[in-house]
């Protein structure tokens, strides 16, 4: 079914941040100019999100959490300098400096936020990682950029750090939340109380690494995108331009801290746009997040497909008592946006969701639908000021683009200041992602007549669930370390509201039979050692896999043949590992 497309009215247009003259006149100067900058032309991200807005902004509110058990705290930008430099504090007194790797392992609580913007205030390199990740994924990420300090509470180190930490022979200090701490960690709350809360915020060479976000690979180990404090000038325009945030907005991001999103625009771009920050502890409940739409008055809201489905599953009659009138701008990322979601949201709300794409490599938000724009459901938008996009195939080392209505690869032309500036340690896999002056995403997608781009499907195996990106070489690795499996294929199973789901098959060794109790045991090693974020959903039995010449699973091939696809379409399908 075609979807009608949704004509913005002249009075929305007019308060629309992107307009189409600053779209034809756009320079990266004006990116730039959008920050505050430190003598010397040194910058650092944490100085634009929080010190640039003091004294005459201290008084605002930055950060509003709400507890799981309905707790309400409440941070001015003042109170998050203070608390940022106190952190800095503790890191420099624990012999951290410039470069030096601190560890975020933890969920959606003050803590996370104050120790991401103390960690750049003081020089330092920030990687977030997804707390409901099991100890094997946290290892390796922490392993692979020779993590110098970790923050964490004392569960989650209990419970996926403790056994192995000691190995890490790069790990100096682990700080856990709170007043006390396990043998061999700090305890934070003390420590942030003796420290100072001052501090000269580090200047930084705006390509200074500042964070680095870990991100799936189809084989071996996950890639370490590195990024620099120059992304600053773009997380401030993107902020403004495709999310709308002006200074005082209230302003909700869903995503979870652990993910490349819930940095870029659940810290970073919202802070250094001076909005107040709705920051939620608990996970998903429909009443919940209706409850804090209207009782907080968020105006912008981010959010992401799996949980716009979980809300349409409710049905519209769920949303009737709830008053969304303070809701100007609504907006969803990470996984393919069903037309019929941007529909629903405007008749529940009186307004589409307004669909972007981008990925961890990318640092920001690179095509969008913008509030000036006119929504074609199921579409991303169209690339931002600034950006190159197109599509191609690939051809041999070279591209060829492609015309509208073509189906190919999604390329854009680098430049734009998130750009990932290496994925770490590993040039020969970065180079690759480059082609004829295109970086190629990895995602296959089509632009039409009117420039909108629309997302087809990944060009590789990545498994996208509940807005989690799954590199399926990572779950076979867990599923042959039980003792009973021989080999392990692993793809994503369409799914009507996670988008995809982590499916297993495995051929087992001599000597073991298929039996519910050993499916139970390997899915259980699974789940222990990936977490239930990650761990396959199902885990079936099978005699042989698909395989190339050499002895490679093809996924494409597996998955094709147990979802009673065409085999045909599959070698269209494949590209080089990015
Ligand atoms: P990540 O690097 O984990 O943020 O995942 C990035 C990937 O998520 C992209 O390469 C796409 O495959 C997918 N993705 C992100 N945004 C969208 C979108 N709006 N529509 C479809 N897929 C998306």
Request: hydrophobic share 40%; with cysteine; charged share 25%.
């Amino acid at each position: 079914m075609a979807f009608e497309t949704i004509t913005k009215a002249p009075s929305v247009r007019a308060h629309a941040a992107l307009t189409d003259e600053i779209r034809e006149n756009f320079t990266w100067e004006d990116a730039r100019a959008m920050l505050d900058g430190l003598p010397g032309g040194k910058l650092n991200i944490a100085h634009e999100a929080l010190d640039r807005h003091l004294p005459d902004h201290g008084g605002q509110t930055a950060l509003i959490w709400l507890g799981k058990d309905g707790a309400r705290r409440e941070f001015t930008y003042a109170d998050l300098v203070a608390e940022t430099a106190r952190f800095a504090n503790v890191l420099h007194a624990n012999g951290l400096n410039m470069g030096s790797r601190v560890y975020g392992l933890m969920g959606r609580e003050p803590e996370l936020y104050i120790a991401t913007l103390g960690t750049l205030k003081a020089g330092c390199v920030f990687s977030p990682l997804f707390s409901a990740f099991g100890p094997e994924p946290i290892r390796t990420r922490m392993e692979i950029a020779d993590a110098n300090a970790l923050v964490t509470t004392a569960s989650l180190y209990k419970r996926k750090v403790k056994a192995w930490a000691d190995e890490l022979p790069s790990l100096k200090l682990i700080l856990i939340v709170g007043d006390e701490a396990p043998e061999g960690c700090v305890a934070l709350s003390p420590a942030m109380a003796e420290a100072s809360p001052e501090f000269d915020t580090v200047p930084m060479d705006p390509e200074d690494t500042s964070l680095i976000h870990f991100t799936s690979g189809t084989t071996g180990k996950p890639k370490g995108a590195v990024h620099v404090h120059a992304a600053v000038a773009y997380h401030a325009m993107t902020g403004r331009y495709a999310l709308e945030m002006r200074p005082e907005t209230v302003f909700w991001c869903t995503a979870d801290p652990g993910w490349v999103t819930g940095t870029s625009y659940g810290i970073i771009a919202p802070l250094v746009n001076r909005t107040t920050m709705i920051v939620d502890e608990a996970e998903f409940d429909l009443d919940r997040w209706y409850g804090i739409l209207q009782d907080e008055a968020v105006a912008v809201w981010y959010t992401a497909p799996t949980a716009i489905r979980m809300l349409m599953r409710s049905g519209k009659d769920a949303a009737q008592p709830y008053d969304f009138s303070a809701l100007r701008f609504m907006a969803s990322v990470g996984e393919p946006l069903n037309p019929e979601a941007v529909v629903w949201g405007n008749e529940v709300f009186g307004q589409p969701f307004h669909d972007n794409w981008w990925q961890t490599e990318t640092g920001g938000i690179v095509i969008a639908n913008t509030l000036a724009m006119d929504v074609k459901p199921g579409s991303m938008g169209k690339p931002l000021p600034g950006q190159v996009a197109t599509i191609v195939e690939r051809d041999d080392g070279s591209v060829r683009e492609l015309g509208p209505g073509e189906i190919g690869e999604l390329a854009l032309r680098p430049g734009w200041p998130s750009m990932m500036r290496a994925y770490l340690h590993e040039e020969a896999r970065y180079y690759k992602a480059f082609a004829g002056g295109w970086y190629l995403t990895g995602d296959l997608a089509m632009q039409d007549g009117d420039g909108y781009f629309w997302f087809v499907g990944r060009a590789d195996d990545l498994i996208k669930t509940s807005g989690h990106l799954i590199g399926p070489f990572e779950v076979e690795s867990a599923l042959i370390e039980h003792e009973a499996v021989a080999e392990a294929g692993v793809i994503g199973l369409p799914d009507e509201t996670a988008g995809e789901v982590v499916r297993a098959y495995v051929c087992l060794n001599p000597g073991f039979e298929p039996s519910e109790d050993l499916e139970k045991s390997i899915r259980g090693l699974a789940r222990k050692k990936l977490g239930p974020a990650v761990a396959p959903r199902e885990v079936l039995f099978r005699e042989s896999l698909p395989k190339t010449r050499s002895g490679k699973i093809m996924r494409r091939l597996l998955k094709a043949r147990e979802l009673g696809l065409p085999e045909g379409d599959i070698s269209t399908l494949e590209t080089d590992e990015k």
